[in-house]
């Protein structure tokens, strides 16, 4: 079974500007989690979508949304970007919600703001 | 939200050598990971444990949950064994999100 896919890998913007990632959940898997790493926070909960509806959110502004689709598939979108964006974007998936479910991670985004 | 403490924040080893990393939790938890994120980010699934003991080869962990402690076991470690190992928590209470620990830190070497 694949796992869980994230593209692109790296992706290089600048201040200002808006980007768009996108996560592949294991096939039959029904719930994606977004979470942003950054050496001075750690790892940060951003969101849970769950059968199109979002769960669960975390403290991040509104300038980072998402949204799934009906094959489970997830994007992200951040608008406006600063420099403080930069961070590496995990996705992970799981059977059911991730609240009672194991998570399986993507191997993740960099993104780069400039 | 909850608290998740991990010790020791590093931790340098022999190849060959056991160690034991812990994860502190302040509130009661309805999920429990832990995972070791290798040197590309990647975060990898070592054990899915709210509650008991499991192993898997060298790697075994136990969660006791009444006491809000999960412990994770690495005996004869290899080079590869390096990298950061988190565990994650689902706070029982506020139910909203994972809470991350910081990590720990490990460096095997030869």
């Known amino acids: 079974k694949a796992g869980v896919t994230q593209t692109p890998r790296y992706l290089i913007k600048t201040r200002g500007q808006q980007v768009t990632l996108s996560c592949s959940p294991i096939?039959?898997?029904?719930?994606v989690s977004w979470y942003q790493q950054t050496p001075g926070q750690g790892l940060q909960f951003l969101f849970e979508?769950?059968?199109?509806?979002?769960?669960n959110k975390g403290n991040f502004p509104g300038r980072f949304s998402g949204r799934q689709f009906s094959n489970s598939r997830s994007e992200m979108n951040v608008s406006t970007l600063e420099l403080g964006d930069s961070a590496l974007y995990l996705c992970a998936s799981s059977r059911l919600t991730s609240r009672f479910n194991e998570q399986f991670f993507g191997p993740g985004t960099r993104l780069t703001v400039l | 939200g909850i608290q998740v403490e991990q010790s020791p924040p590093d931790l340098i080893l022999q190849e060959g050598a056991n160690s034991t990393l812990r994860c502190n939790f302040s509130d009661s938890v309805n999920n429990l990971q832990w995972f070791h994120q290798n040197p590309w980010g990647q975060l990898i699934n070592l054990f899915y444990?709210?509650?008991g003991t499991k192993q898997n080869g060298r790697l075994s962990a136990t969660t006791v949950a009444t006491e809000r402690y999960s412990l994770l076991y690495i005996s004869s470690s290899q080079t590869t064994d390096s990298g950061v190992y988190f565990c994650a928590v689902w706070d029982s209470n506020t139910g909203n999100q994972f809470y991350f620990g910081t990590g720990t830190s490990l460096t095997v070497i030869p």
């Open positions: 444990i709210p509650s």
């Open positions: 979508y769950f059968s199109e509806t979002q769960r």
């Open positions: 096939s039959g898997h029904r719930s």
